[in-house]
């Protein structure tokens, strides 16, 4: 253990639920008493990436280019918080700079944080949240709790846009502050004649105030109004903030079932793989209200079902039905109807989508979307230059005009069917 985690775990303010903190107080009292132990060969929390084959790459990514398109970043924090870390878990500081990183990345759709944890020292909290917090990122997040999200990898996680637990007995809450303290009553003697004396200067009357009338004379008032109570009013009102439906007993401290608290301190009871979907469907959100003023933002205009398409397109629907649309499977059935959602944006494309047997990646989807975008920005500039007075507009970036040229030939095809 290295000094600057030493600091930070004896005698700091901790956000942890009790297992957590009986299971950890063992093993610092061991490491105190002169037990060693072994480095691990893997550091626990590893960084990573889930690529459109939705498999989880290990590993600091060290070329920003390296990155595929669709891509999701995942941060494992499976250990007890810590800012600075230590042999066996990454810090807060260390996860903060790997999340600026994929923040920036423009191949990276969102994050995934995924929980294991009963949470850790209040000082690791900010590194993260001042990175994570929904003011300061642009991209969504997504919190994958699996057995345990207490205390401070609850606060971290109330960031989200969206909270999952892993199954109904996962343990949620913990919302609170602690401090354990450690040290003889000043003025003491032990059996073996040794004293222990604490002594200030005649001007420091005030010095460690708070940790003298708790170990002295088990007053706790102080380091509660000085140092608990501040931090607890904090958490509380940030969850409160994150979590507006988080009710008066969550926010006391107690630990709870996720099935007890859908709804308040999570949103949903599911697999890592709906978490991965859900990162998705913000991603495709995101791009929609992004879109400017007068563009078509709800794709619900542009939806179409597969009768309107075989009445309408019958290529893009006989494609369709090549491909087993009519054999029953429902997954089959499900691939095909995300490509048809956007027939009426690129039949060419969408066609070519249906025909190659591949899911619609992220990647489809966005470039589809800043069509839909690019259409509805000329759309809105016709409808406010009503017919003979309209003048003529330049594009003005390379995306533009292709975006205007896509929808003259997309208006033209539709009106050769009409006819």
């Known amino acids: 253990m290295d000094i600057k985690l030493a600091r930070e775990v004896y005698g700091s303010v901790w956000m942890v639920d009790h297992l957590t903190f009986t299971q950890y107080s063992q093993m610092l009292s061991y490491f105190s008493n002169g037990g060693k132990f072994e480095k691990p060969e893997v550091i626990g929390n590893v960084f990573g990436v889930i690529q459109q084959d939705q498999v989880f790459k290990a590993g600091r990514i060290k070329r920003m280019d390296a990155v595929p398109a669709g891509t999701i970043a995942q941060y494992n924090f499976d250990s007890v918080i810590t800012k600075n870390g230590g042999m066996s878990h990454n810090g807060t500081k260390t996860i903060a700079e790997q999340f600026i ?30 990175v994570s917090a929904k003011t300061k990122r642009k991209k969504p997040l997504v919190v994958f709790a699996e057995d345990v999200m207490a205390s401070a990898a609850m606060y971290i996680a109330s960031d989200a846009d969206y909270i999952i637990a892993g199954s109904n007995d996962a343990m949620v809450g913990s919302i609170g502050t602690m401090i354990q303290l450690d040290g003889y009553k000043s003025g003491t003697e032990d059996k073996n004649g040794k004293r222990h004396l604490r002594i200030y200067a005649s001007q420091s009357i005030n010095k460690n105030a708070e940790f003298e009338k708790a170990i002295n004379d088990y007053n706790y008032d102080l380091i509660k109004e000085k140092i608990l109570d501040p931090l607890a009013s904090e958490f509380i009102a940030d969850m409160e903030a994150n979590r507006p439906k988080i009710t008066a007993t969550q926010k006391t401290g107690a630990i709870f079932r996720a099935e007890e608290v859908v709804g308040t301190l999570i949103d949903e009871i599911g697999s890592f793989s709906i978490a991965i979907d859900k990162v998705h469907e913000l991603a495709s959100q995101t791009s929609n209200s992004n879109s400017p003023k007068g563009v078509i933002n709800n794709l619900n205009s542009k939806q179409m079902d597969l009768a309107k398409l075989k009445a309408e397109h019958p290529a893009v629907y006989q494609a369709a039905k090549t491909e087993g649309i009519n054999q029953g499977t429902t997954q089959e059935r499900e691939r095909v109807e995300a490509w048809a959602v956007y027939n009426e944006v690129n039949p060419e494309k969408v066609k070519a989508g ?57 208006d033209n095809l539709f009106k050769k069917e009409d006819n």
């Open 101 to 130: 990183e994929m923040e920036s990345n423009e191949n990276v759709i969102g994050h995934i944080f995924k929980i294991e944890s009963g949470g850790g020292s209040a000082n690791a909290i900010k590194y993260i949240r001042e």
């Open 354 to 410: 249906i025909e190659s047997g591949k899911p619609m990646s992220a990647k489809d989807m966005a470039e589809m979307n800043l069509q839909i975008a690019k259409g509805g920005q000329v759309e809105a500039i016709e409808k406010e230059n009503p017919e003979g007075t309209a003048k003529p507009v330049e594009a003005k970036t390379e995306a533009e005009i292709k975006a205007a040229k896509q929808k003259e030939e997309m």
